[in-house]
């Protein structure tokens, strides 16, 4: 079995390729602004991994997304999650409320990706 690391530093990898799995560490938006902005930030960021990786976003078997306000992010930021994904491609996902790691996170995306052989 071989064990890839990607963007990794002192604590964390950005990715970790496991044979054909990918997975991503939580993702989050560099910059401030709202749901939207830091949603199509955070997906970029995961398109770049996986690219990296070798994979793609329709690759993807499970994603945990985290808002910090449920109530009153969860319809904008599906409205791009859903504009991001492939048409029959979407995978296994859960979303919850969470405290994350700095105050103006909104949200945080973690990935886990199946590479095409």
Same mark, same amino acid.
């Given at each position: 079995m071989s064990l890839t690391r990607i963007a990794s530093n002192d604590r !964390?990898?950005?990715?970790?390729?496991?044979?054909? $799995?990918?997975? $991503?560490?939580?993702?989050v938006p560099g910059s401030g602004g709202n749901i939207v902005d830091q949603t199509k930030e955070v997906l970029a960021r995961i398109d770049a991994l996986l690219a990296e990786a070798g994979a793609h976003k329709d690759d993807i078997a499970t994603a945990t997304i985290y808002l910090k306000d449920i109530a009153g992010?969860?319809?904008?930021?599906?409205? %791009? +999650?859903?504009? +991001? $994904?492939?048409?029959?491609?979407?995978?296994c996902r859960t979303t919850v409320q969470a405290e994350l790691a700095?105050?103006? %996170? !909104? &949200?945080?995306?973690? &990935?886990?990706?199946?590479?095409?052989?």
């Open positions: !964390l990898s950005g990715a970790i390729i496991v044979d054909r $799995l990918v997975f $991503l560490s939580g993702q992010d969860f319809a904008a930021m599906n409205r %791009v +999650w859903s504009a +991001w $994904l492939s048409p029959g491609k979407v995978p700095r105050p103006a %996170v !909104l &949200v945080e995306i973690t &990935v886990t990706a199946v590479k095409p052989q």
